[in-house]
């Protein structure tokens, strides 16, 4: 009997062959992508939100019909703020699970961490945040902003009549190659401006740091010389305690105004925001901006995160490196099917003039030459229900300049 099934299961297989079609491993049915996000440590706080709307914005594109007629599997890893651990991770997805791209990074150290990693296995990031420019790599493309599609913008309106006219700058960062060189180019525009050395003060605190009463004393004293703003480039939940710290000193938006390049929606969610309102941020993206496909991301957002019990599901918020994602993944399912492939190097090709019509209120487009997105610019008072009143905006997207022309040697690179 059993001798009988089994040929007769044979018979059904032979036939199946004969016919063309044979069951596919499901790996085949698929196309593998990577999500490269740390889901503990001190950059838990920003970058868990990017994982999640990654794969909203995968189970979005699935339920419409996948990629190439393939569903997307997303393969989540957990770098864990480890910015060595970044590049092992970014080895495994290209090299072991055989990702078609990967989405991820925060802070600039952990993308310089995996860049020679996607340089020499010709792999494909697609990196989110904003950044200090002074790169452009064939194998990353940024979906955040360039420094003169945040920080500068953001120096000019605290210098205006409108943001206070301020002649005095602290410049307070996370101590890594983001704060260090956006300072840097910061410290050159202010140069051109007038702004002396004596009216620049530039503070750097570690990874983690929690102790911001001696720095926020310090900052009290030096605003006593002049109308004084902070230019805040902390990043991670370092952020909670100095913004706490300004409020224990009741540190106003009136007296010393601070605008931060890196505390968004979902960074004052875990912070008490009444002591800051007026306080500045600069970005490309609002939770507060008001247009129906904003609308629609937002509810999308929040619809997602009920059904996935996310945690504090009812008070979930979106925000720029939110954005930056939801338009990548999607600008890069259109370069591919408009190439047929996955291929990296088909993909990257196709990539340029690629266009989406974006939450911000602007159909975004890449850059056809330099793999960054035009962008507009943002600046917003923090209110005190955590959200962002906009106070100033550029017209329209601004193509962006990866190489700063206040940085010594980059004439020639301008056109890029």
Do not use: C
Request: proline share 5%; charged share 20%; hydrophobic share 40%.
């Amino acid at each position: 009997m059993k001798r009988r099934l089994v040929l007769k299961q044979l018979s059904v297989m032979s036939l199946l062959a004969l016919s063309g079609w044979m069951p596919q491993a499901s790996a085949a049915d698929t196309i593998k992508v990577g999500i490269l996000h740390s889901l503990s440590g001190t950059m838990a706080i920003s970058e868990t939100s990017l994982k999640d709307v990654a794969l909203m914005t995968i189970d979005e594109i699935n339920a419409s019909g996948g990629v190439l007629g393939k569903q997307l599997e997303p393969v989540v890893v957990d770098p864990a703020s480890n910015w060595p651990l970044f590049a092992e991770k970014a080895r495994q997805l290209l090299a072991q699970d055989k990702v078609a791209v990967v989405f991820g990074a925060w802070t600039s150290v952990s993308r310089k961490s995996v860049l020679p990693v996607f340089k020499e296995l010709n792999g494909l990031l697609f990196y989110p945040v904003q950044y200090e420019g002074e790169e452009l790599e064939r194998n990353v493309f940024y979906t955040g902003a360039a420094p003169n599609q945040q920080a500068i913008p953001a120096v000019e309106y605290l210098m205006s009549e409108d943001g206070g006219g301020a002649k005095r700058f602290v410049l307070l960062g996370t101590d890594y190659v983001y704060p260090r060189t956006t300072n840097k180019i910061l410290r050159a525009f202010l140069h051109s401006k007038g702004v002396k050395d004596s009216d620049i003060d530039e503070v750097y605190t570690p990874f983690g740091h929690s102790d911001y009463q001696t720095i926020v004393a310090n900052i009290k004293r030096f605003s006593t010389g002049g109308r004084t703003a902070v230019i805040s480039t902390i990043n991670g939940d370092s952020n909670v305690p100095f913004y706490k710290e300004l409020g224990n000193a009741g540190l106003k938006a009136t007296d010393v105004p601070v605008v931060a390049f890196s505390v968004g929606e979902e960074e004052l969610r875990g912070v008490d925001t009444k002591p800051l309102v007026g306080h500045l941020a600069a970005w490309n993206y609002f939770q507060s901006i008001q247009n129906p496909v904003n609308a629609a991301f937002i509810e999308k957002w929040k619809t997602y995160a009920k059904a996935k019990n996310l945690p504090n599901a009812d008070t979930v918020v979106t925000n720029d490196p939110m954005e930056a994602t939801y338009i990548g993944i999607h600008m890069w399912k259109q370069a591919v099917e408009q190439a047929k492939t996955t291929d990296v190097d088909a993909v990257i090709d196709t990539l340029g003039g690629q266009t989406f019509e974006a939450p911000n209120g602007f159909t975004i487009q890449m850059d056809k030459t330099n793999h960054h997105l035009h962008k507009p610019v943002y600046i917003g008072e923090i209110n005190e229900d955590g959200q962002f009143n906009i106070v100033w905006k550029t017209e329209g997207p601004i193509r962006a300049q990866p190489w700063s022309p206040f940085i010594e040697g980059n004439e020639s690179k301008q056109n890029q």
